[in-house]
């Protein structure tokens, strides 16, 4: 796989990519690292100040170091990439230019001129075309929860995840979301026991995916740790699951959009992005 690996020289950004390192087998990265002054005025110009060359060396010395930490831990090195401009649009810009697989980095920066990392990474699992892998921190690389459900992203997520990624030794479980209305329950409004029919129902066919998936998993050779079927608001439950279960990874898809305002606030991927403890995984359709 041939992945983009976004450092600010931060340790977040270099945990980032030896988390994914744990999970993959056979990556070459490339190491990009961008000049980001688009914060300070536009009446201010740096191109030939000492300001920017200080900015440049400094680029310099983190990709140098970066190289030094990845033949370090074993994994193939492409290009090292620098560039000048706001960091969103230098990512995407160079991401759009080559077959990347995905996009690699860490979810908390720096203040001023390194300000990567936190928002950064929530607008590139938003925006970019790629699949976009965000590490949180140190953890065990052990357990992965898939969050799925009915829909053809959930499928397609499922196919690619099992042909990238190195699951052998990990810890697979599976969970889905039902919600029922809370409408359904007001007194007057319908009958109590068939509402409480149609939880039972879902229940069953929330089981009866979970079955099916756990099927595609068995003919990679892969056993599922855990199954679970959570009712109530997916996001919260998805949260819950994670934390009680201590999970490493947690991987989501999304449907394509264009443009950040559209990745809603209500979407479950970008609220476990947000909220979750674990790395997460971003899986574009």
């Known amino acids: 796989m041939n992945i983009l690996f976004c450092t600010d020289g931060s340790k977040i950004s270099y945990k980032s990519i030896e988390n994914f390192s744990h999970w993959t087998t056979d990556i070459k990265v490339d190491i990009f690292c961008a000049i980001d002054w688009s914060f300070l005025p536009d ?3 740096v191109e030939n100040s000492k300001f920017a060359i200080q900015c440049t060396n400094s680029a310099d ?3 140098d170091y970066s190289e030094k930490f990845l033949k370090e831990h074993g994994i193939n090195i492409g290009e090292k990439i620098k560039m000048c401009g706001s960091t969103v649009d230098s990512i995407l810009e160079i991401s ?3 077959n990347y697989d ?4 860490g979810s908390h920066g720096k203040k001023g001129i390194q300000k990567w990392l936190g928002s950064v990474s929530q607008e590139i699992a938003a925006v970019s075309k790629i699949s976009t892998y965000i590490s949180k921190g140190e953890n065990n690389n052990k357990r992965i929860l898939f969050a799925v459900d009915n829909s053809e992203t959930s499928q397609n997520v499922i196919k690619k995840s099992v042909k990238m990624f190195n699951l052998t030794d990990k810890e697979i479980h599976l969970a889905t979301v039902y919600e029922i209305p809370d409408y359904l329950f007001l007194d007057g409004n319908i009958d109590s026991n068939w509402a409480l029919e149609i939880s039972k129902k879902q229940e069953t066919a ?6 099916d998936i756990e099927n595609k998993f068995k003919e990679q050779g892969l056993n599922i740790k855990s199954k679970a079927v959570l009712n109530g608001l997916p996001a919260n439950e998805i949260l819950k699951y994670i934390e009680k279960e201590s999970i490493d990874l947690t991987v989501c898809g999304i449907r394509n959009r264009k443009y950040l305002t559209r990745f809603l606030i209500s979407s479950v991927s970008k609220r476990v992005l947000e909220y979750a403890p674990t790395d997460v995984i971003i899986i574009r359709p």
């Open 43 to 45: 009446s201010v110009s």
């Open 206 to 211: 929330s089981m009866l995916l979970l079955n």
């Open 96 to 98: 759009e230019k080559k």
């Open 102 to 105: 995905f996009i690699v980095l």
């Open 61 to 63: 010395a983190i990709l």
